[in-house]
């Protein structure tokens, strides 16, 4: 019977996002939200308090508790508290919100002690202070005060003129387009004007007749949107914009206020993305204060956090930047002299999690271990001094309480699920249970799971690192010969090996090791998380450092008796699809067959912000759009390649698709094609289930 239990096989409905038994395969997870420096578990049916040194746990809310002291009814009823939260951690109140109020529950006193509306709003920011909130309805502005009064705060939005939404198509860090003052009394916002911006002709074929629904799209090289920002302040009920003159190719990101909400930070950056300044400016007038800090490179500049006060001092913040190689912290003051720089290696802080405010220190994420880790740390403000709070393995992801006492950690290892452990943010005080708050059951258990292997080769530089990760069959036997499988993505802000469990292995790779396949996968240079240098050595020509990196690479795969060196594919979508197509152009000797899904085939096509930082724009660059550009390349299309694309990609254009299946008509090459109708950059929900076959099922009738 166990012989048997082992025998169990994956389907791509166990092991694909989409699929209908994918949740029962992944590592059962825990949520919670922290109510001061109490932790409370949120589930289904109610949210449980934590005693943080026993791990025991009490019923504080159940679910049909909270719909009698709200009335709800019927379709308004809550029906869980996933989303629930503790805004205030001296108060016994709950925030819960169903599709038309939000309220405010005392869950000791059994009462709503506060409500608001909230039907129809989309891009919704509360704040806990003032209990207004600011959200987005038919283009326009809004915002509710605490009383349950709506203000329209704009007339002119459209799709050409967009209020309170992201700008600068997400780049540097923006995931919002509202940002309240600390005490909720002025609301920060983007306008964005791009009715200069070209049409991109998208369609939708489901009409009757097929309807044009064009979208802005800015290609590098072409005019861009401009962006602006406005200040409401909810008492007096004026608006004011910042004056930062004119914003014709320029960037605004990572707003930020000061503590006394009189001023707002914000990071200007040029259209060429090699300067970078910290503005001020005061929030009341819109007047300009003063640039605090400026950056610039010969190559490029990118701010990605707005800068973070010090909870005990109004006077000092602390700012992200790479400028010596590395992204590390440095404390500054107000008027923008800097104190110290308070992390410094050669190893990247990835995020600050939080202060400890009674220790006076930061709790940040760093891969100070190991490049391929991700570990939490103590970094006092006054020395720099780091201490490790976890265990020194894994990829650790810490949220912390409300004063930073405590963090709540939720990691996992190569050969650990996942783990949950709940520890004091100092050192001093080792209060926590021996035996971790949560550790979750193997979902794989009884299957026939692959061997998942990582390591390092040498960069085509000869000196750099870098990281690989194979996966080879469950029942793998050294002195047989392999297909062989290349996955890539190689592109920026992103990385395919770490120290997750099974090395972060996508679950298709599993997939193809279950039907007899070896799957290598390596994080070339211009991937994250390595330093400045790593990240800038592909400027101006991307897809070459890659390529060169990526075919070490395979030199390492050819020196494997086990490979067969007949039998090589690549795989890859988005920047991997440009990377899939860029390798079997250039080394139709060595890729047989590749499958590329949502490629970029010229750069000249893409949008100008994440384009030009990378590659200048085609007017400053040609050679190196000449050199990356595709089109020329299909002539040298020898092995079996498959493109696929959403048909309405908004990120990808179809442009790129259909001008290469162009290029290679006239050049008498011969691509197979597929499009998913409907769908964005990514497959979405259950059709994600049918593209996984699909590529399997290429890589089955032309590789294997």
């Not at 207004?132 to 009064?149: H, M, P, T």
């Not at 005061?282 to 707005?306: F, H």
């Not at 001092?313 to 010596?324: N, P, T, V, Y």
């Not at 062989?484 to 770490?498: L, M, Q, S, W």
């Amino acid at each position: 019977m166990t012989a048997m239990a082992q025998d169990k096989l994956f389907t791509l409905e166990d092991l694909n996002y989409g699929g209908t038994n994918y949740h029962n395969m992944t590592p059962e997870n825990k949520w919670f939200a922290w109510w001061g420096d109490e932790l409370v578990r949120l589930d289904y049916d109610g949210c449980y308090i934590i005693d943080k040194k026993t791990n025991n746990e009490e019923l504080l809310i159940g679910i049909e508790d909270i719909n009698q002291w709200a009335g709800t009814t019927d379709s308004l009823m809550f029906r869980h508290f996933y989303y629930a939260t503790f805004p205030y951690g001296d108060k016994p109140y709950v925030l819960m919100q169903n599709v038309n109020e939000r309220m405010l529950i005392d869950f000791k006193e059994h009462s709503v002690v506060w409500r608001q509306s909230c039907r129809n709003e989309s891009n919704e920011e509360w704040n806990m202070d003032s209990r207004a909130v600011a959200y987005v309805k038919d283009d326009q502005l809004f915002v509710r005060d605490a009383d349950n009064n709506e203000r329209q705060l704009t007339t002119d939005g459209s799709r050409e003129i967009v209020y309170g939404q992201s700008v600068h198509r997400d780049e540097f860090g923006i995931t919002k387009g509202t940002f309240w003052s600390n005490d909720g009394s002025k609301l920060a916002f983007y306008r964005m004007d791009q009715s200069m911006v070209t049409d991109y002709p998208q369609v939708n074929i489901d009409p009757r007749i097929a309807a044009c629904e064009p979208d802005k799209y800015p290609m590098a090289g072409e005019t861009s949107h401009k962006v602006t920002v406005g200040v409401y302040d909810i008492n007096t009920k004026n608006i004011v914009y910042l004056q930062a003159g004119d914003p014709t190719d320029r960037y605004f990101t990572n707003i930020s206020w000061s503590p006394d909400n009189k001023t707002i930070y914000i990071f200007e950056l040029n259209r060429d993305q090699n300067d970078c300044r910290l503005v001020s400016y005061d929030a009341a007038t819109g007047e300009r204060i003063a640039e605090i800090y400026r950056e610039t490179s010969e190559k490029y500049v990118e701010p990605q956090n707005p800068i973070v006060f010090l909870p005990w001092d109004d006077s000092k913040f602390i700012m992200q930047s790479q400028k010596d190689g590395y992204n590390h912290l440095y404390l500054f003051d107000k008027k923008g002299k800097q104190i110290r720089q308070l992390t410094k290696g050669n190893w990247v802080v990835m995020e600050m999690c939080g202060f400890d405010k009674k220790n006076k220190s930061v709790i940040i994420a760093a891969n100070e271990a190991n490049p391929i880790q991700q570990n939490i740390y103590s970094v006092s403000v006054s020395n720099g001094k780091m201490t490790r709070l976890d265990n020194g393995r894994g990829w650790h992801n810490a949220v912390t309480s409300e004063s930073g006492a405590w963090f709540y950690d939720n990691y996992s290892e190569p050969d650990v699920p996942r783990v949950i452990t709940i520890s004091p943010s100092s050192n001093t005080k080792r209060l926590t249970p021996t035996a971790p708050y949560f550790t979750a059951a193997n979902p794989w258990e009884g299957y026939q799971v692959p061997q998942f292997t990582s390591g390092t080769i040498k960069a085509a530089d000869g000196v750099t690192d870098l990281y690989y990760r194979m996966v080879k069959p469950a029942n793998f036997d050294a002195t047989k010969k392999y297909p062989t499988v290349v996955y890539v993505y190689g592109g920026p802000h992103a990385h395919n090996v770490d120290a997750r469990w099974h090395w972060c292995s996508r679950s298709w790779e599993t997939y193809m090791a279950q039907k007899g396949y070896v799957l290598f996968i390596l994080d070339n240079r211009g991937s994250e998380n390595r330093g400045r240098d790593f990240e800038q050595a592909t400027f101006r020509q991307l897809g070459q450092t890659e390529m060169a990196d990526q075919m070490k690479g395979v030199d390492y795969l050819k020196s494997l008796p086990f490979v067969d060196q007949d039998r090589i594919g690549v795989h890859g979508w988005s920047f991997g699809g440009f990377m899939t197509i860029t390798l079997m152009v250039n080394h139709p000797e060595v890729f047989k067959v590749g499958v590329a899904g949502g490629p970029v085939i010229d750069w000249k096509w893409y949008e100008v912000m994440y384009g030009e930082r990378y590659m200048d724009t085609p007017q400053t660059n040609p050679e190196g759009y000449e050199k990356t550009s595709l089109i020329p390349r299909a002539k040298d299309l020898k092995g079996k390649l498959q493109i696929i694309t959403g048909y309405n990609d908004k990120t990808v254009v179809p442009q790129h698709c259909l001008s290469f299946l162009k290029a290679c008509i006239e050049a008498g090459t011969q691509p197979d094609f597929f499009v998913y109708p409907g769908e964005p950059h990514n497959m979405r929900g259950h059709q994600s289930v049918h593209l996984h076959e699909r590529i399997t099922q290429y890589f089955e009738d032309y590789l294997k």
